[in-house]
Every structure is written in C-alpha cells, then in structure tokens.
C-alpha cells in the first residue's frame, strides 16, 4: 500500500514537472515570435524610410492643387497650343507672412539670360544672339513665342520664352535628365536646388504638393501623379519654380509614366496682369 502511494506521488511530481518544462518552453517561443514581429516591423520601416525623400515636408502648410499649374503643363504640347485661361486663373501666389525669408535678396531675377521683363519678341531674340552666341537660325518660333536647346549643367536644355501682348512674361527650362534609374531624377532635382540655393538664397517654400495628405514622399507617389516636388523663390518682381513631377510619355492610352523637372521663371506684374483681364472677360459675359 505504501508503495502504491509513493509510486503515485512520484507520478505527479514529474507530471507537474513536465508540464513546467512545456509552459516555460512555450513562453520563450513566444517571446521569440513577438521579437521577430518587432524586428520585421521595423525592418518594414527602414524600408518605408529608405524610399521616402523625406520624412516630412518642409512645407507644412496645406496649398492648393493648382498653385503650381503654372509649371505644371507637359512641355511636349506646351507651346503648340495658348495658354489655357483655366491655368491664368491660378497664376498669382499668396504666402503666410510666416514663410517669408527673414532677409531680403539683393539679387533679383529680373528675366533670363539678359532678356528682361516685357521685353518684345524682337528684342529678346536680339538681346540672346548679342550675349549668348546664338544664331536666329537656333531659335524655333512657337506660338506664342520661341524656344531653343542649350546645354545647361552639361545636360541638353530646352529653353522657352513665352509672351503676352508682345511683352515677355515666362522663361522656361526643360532639361533633358538622361536617367538609368528613378534615382538620376532625384540626384538632378537636389543638384538644380543647390545651385539655385547657392545664387538665390533659401527657397520661400518647398515641399510636396500631395492630392491627398495620406500619399507617400516617395518618388514612386511622383511618377504616379500622385505628389509633385517643389521649391519656390518668391521676389518682388519674380516669381521662381523648381518642380518635379510625373507626366505620361508617349501614348496616353498606354500610360506610360515617367519624370520631368522644370525650371520656370515668370513676371508677377504680368501674371497678375493677365488674371485681372481673364476675370472681367468672365464678368462681361453676365
């Protein structure tokens, strides 16, 4: 009977034993599996981070879609047609007193390339065969004014001067990027940014103009259509657009999507000038 009793009590020793051993060897499994959960949580992370061109914008301030339609034309069919009175409406840029630089620049864009604000298509073809080399020949007329490719930071550039009434008003520049990867785009955008940074001073603005806040900073969102990049000096008299966005190349029923950085200098008086004559043309149809 003794026996009986021992053997029964050694019995539930080791059982209690073994079930400690399993439950002590389930929790380490669990704690692993909850460190490994934590480790791909932040590997996922450092990845989401990696891709990002920024982690946050710079530009916390909410704008409008069409604050940069200005720029924002594809210069594949830019200068065949007029400009659209739907783009006019949207030219004239308002900023928070709280984004204003601190100093004020001595140095103003006053035009491109020697060629000034409302000056005539005649004089400004003039000024650019004067100072820059060129030949009539090189300058191809467009519609509303003319355009020619110069290299510019060793990059074929195509450079188009626009007019209104015979008085210049934009100065665009469309750089060819010769890209192997999304990447070449982003190292271009930086490298226009310090130089404008290194002449210009610090931008008014820059950041990423998203349609929807919940989109990424990454340069995937940008070729999708999804955000632009942008930096933005704004003068006195001038007004100065670094942008990178995302255009269809070729096809549109393809959709096909690429990247286009521009560079685009306007007069604000102009500008301004053609926005009020839009509005009373709307005004006179009622």
Known sequence: MYFQSTTRIQNIIIFLFLNFIIFTFESFSQADTSQSILNTSDSLKTDSEADSLMEETKDPLSIQDDILSVTGIDTTNLFETETDPAILDTITFQFPSSTIRDTILTLEPEGYRGVLWGMTLDESQTKLIESNNLSLNELFQTKNGF???????????????????????????????????????????????????????????????????????????????????????????????????????????????GLQITITYSSKMIMNEIKERRSALKQEEF
């Open 147 to 257: 355009e020619f490719t110069n290299p510019i930071n060793d990059r074929p550039t195509l450079i188009t001067y626009q007019f209104d009434n015979d008085r210049l008003f934009i100065a665009r520049l469309l750089p060819r990027i010769f890209s192997k990867r999304k990447a070449d785009y982003i190292e271009a955008f930086d490298e226009y940014y310090e130089t404008l940074f290194q002449k210009y001073g610090t931008p008014t603005r820059e950041g990423f103009l998203k349609k929807d806040k919940s989109y990424q900073n990454t340069i995937e969102a940008i070729i999708l259509g999804y955000a632009k990049r942008y930096a933005i000096w704004d003068f006195k008299r001038t007004q100065l657009i670094l942008l990178m966005k995302g255009i269809i190349i070729g096809d549109p029923l393809k959709q096909k999507r």
